[in-house]
């Protein structure tokens, strides 16, 4: 083992003790440190055992460790525990050592924290790493932003770690500056919070219109995951729904209310702040609150009738069309993702690399997919894309799923069955393709009753006008519009 450690890392829960080993895996020294102490001890003798990875007992023991410049790395829980931790290293690091944030923080945190850290003389990288227990072992999706300066100095690690797609890139690159890296991983997550409802909500019609069984609806995911559809996603679907237990798919047996951690909610706040209709993701966080109400929709089923759900038709081309619905949807939320990279990236000067985000994603973590590549390719084509619907790959698909699709939305509305990520995807699809949107009569009610003022078709466009619309106003107007 050499004498200084390459790399150390704070925080042995599974994705830390995991990295750790990947690291070590990939010809790495590595230092491990937790505050609870005993981890260390069982971390070294049991799972470490054997391999370049050393375990220290104190902040000071592996601070010492690290040779020059320093690189540590948190994955310890987001918040208040990352900013102790940093003031605890601050005394203990030199100028040019660098702080590596590797959980799920909340980017306005990370722009916080690299504006600190760097007037301490010292770097700050905040980086998204995504793909769960097992990625974090074999090769995880990572999105590294924050010190530009940092980047030379971790990125062989992070590289060498990374899942690797076909052709051997790694799904790791630089993003950006400041919070670059959260954010990604933030709407990387909104995406998985939007792809995971579309997925449940094709299990719920398939359970309870088409009256079909675990082991049917495995093989239609099954079948699913050879073509468009191919991702990880519909992967852990089709195996889950195959899973017995005592001779009954034990995901009958799971109660219906979801969990979620805040980073599917950041990803809708950060859309209403800038404005962006990310209607398919806020359903999607919205229908995991809904679950949430168990008892609660469990007495209101006793009360509130709605109509019995009744499938007559073709099977087999219903399965298909609710391929195409599940494939539609999916293209519009990754579409809105990247409209809020987009926005956020002018609004905080970051210059992203939208072709290399896909490429980051199509191994490693958990929304990577077959079609992030025709991602890769529509950015490489046009950098300027303002959305992939736009692009004649999504704009072909689309158009050839979108009678499926509006087949299967109309059966949810007429039977009764909740489809809000579905649904929202097609009105969002609906309402961007539609060149004249009521939005007149909604403007002309603000300027009635708030004097808020609109803009005209027969004049130019910055010009406002308020009309005295009963009579008894005057000619002061608000100096709210906004648009």
Known sequence: ??????????????????????????????????????????????????????????????????????????????????????????????????????????????????????????????????????????????????????????????????????????????????????????????????????????????????????????EVFAEWNNGDLDSYLIEITRDILAYKEDGEALVESILDTAGQKGTGKWTGVAALELGVPLTLIGEAVFARCLSAQKLERVEASKVISGPQSQFEGDKAQFINDLKDALLASKIVSYAQGYVLMREAAAEHGWNLNYGGIALMWRGGCIIRSAFLG??????????????LLLDDFFKEKIEAAQAGWRRVAAAAVVNGIPAPAISSALSYFDGYRTARLPANLLQAQRDYFGAHTYERLDRERGEFFHTNWTGRGGDTSSSTYNV
């Open 1 to 218: 083992m050499k004498d200084k450690s390459d790399i150390g890392l704070i925080g042995l829960a599974v994705m830390g003790e995991n990295l750790i080993l990947n690291m070590a895996n990939h010809g790495y020294t590595v230092t491990a440190y937790n505050r609870s102490t005993e981890k260390v001890k069982s971390f070294i003798e049991g799972r470490a055992d054997g391999k370049t990875i050393r375990g220290a007992y104190s902040l000071e023991e592996f601070v010492g460790s690290l040779e020059k410049p320093r690189k540590v790395m948190l994955m310890v829980k987001a918040g208040d525990a990352v900013d102790a931790t940093i003031e605890q290293l601050l005394p203990l690091l030199e100028e040019g050592d660098i702080i590596i944030d590797g959980g799920n923080t909340h980017f306005p945190d990370t722009n916080r924290r690299v504006k600190h850290v760097e007037s301490q003389g010292l770097y700050y990288i905040g980086t998204g790493v995504s793909g769960g227990e097992e990625g974090a072992l074999i090769g995880p999706s990572i999105m590294p932003g924050g010190s530009p300066e940092a980047w030379s100095a971790v990125k062989p690690i992070f590289q060498h770690i990374s899942a690797k797609v076909d052709d051997g890139q790694p799904c790791c690159d630089w993003v950006g500056e400041n919070g670059a890296g959260h954010f990604v991983k933030m709407v990387h997550n909104g995406i998985e919070y939007g792809d995971m409802q579309l997925i449940c909500e094709a299990y719920q019609i398939m359970k309870d219109l088409l009256g079909m069984d675990a082991d049917e609806m495995h």
């Open 374 to 387: 025709n991602i890769k390719e529509a950015f490489d084509k046009n950098g300027a894309l303002n959305n």
